[in-house]
């Protein structure tokens, strides 16, 4: 029989534990590129999220910003809105006072027209009866040149009152193309951002 060497089996169990050693430190090193690759992946990862992070919030920044000129804008638009109501309004209502004293021009004309159709035919049968009312055609005479400088005085109003109303008419055309106007640059800007 054979007597094992001890000093043989340390080496075989002193090589089979540096072998141990060995595949220990070459996991450990791969465990180690494999963690650096890891963080390197993470820190590119973090690095990105942060950028992205800054671009929301400069977005977020310029969105903000925007929302606070249009609220600015909306709110100028809409008191001019209903300044141009108002005015609206107030044309309407003088509109509708113009019209109701041209209707009564009109009224007062044709009575007018009608008191001298009236007048007119006294006069023409203060014509046939001349001989006999010599002073009555004279009154006559007075009269209708009074009727007549009233229905020229007439006449005159109503063609004043009519060119009033074509201004009135024309400023209020111009004043609804301004606001279409405004309203149209309005909607294209709002188009436009």
Known sequence: MKIPDPSSNRREHAGAGVAILITLAAALCVMAAVQWVDQTRLLRQVEGERKEKISLQT?????DQANRRYSSEIAR???LRKELDEIVKTN????SKVKAESKKFEFELKGATNLIGIYKERLDSANKSITQ????IKEQNGAIRKITAQRDEFVGKYTEL???HNKVVTDYNKLVEQVKAEQE???KAAEKK
């Open 59 to 63: 977005q977020i920044q310029e969105k």
């Open 77 to 79: 638009l809409e008191t």
């Open 92 to 95: 309407k209502t003088e509109l």
């Open 133 to 136: 009312a010599n002073d009555s």
């Open 162 to 164: 009519a060119e009033m």
């Open 185 to 187: 640059a309005a909607r």
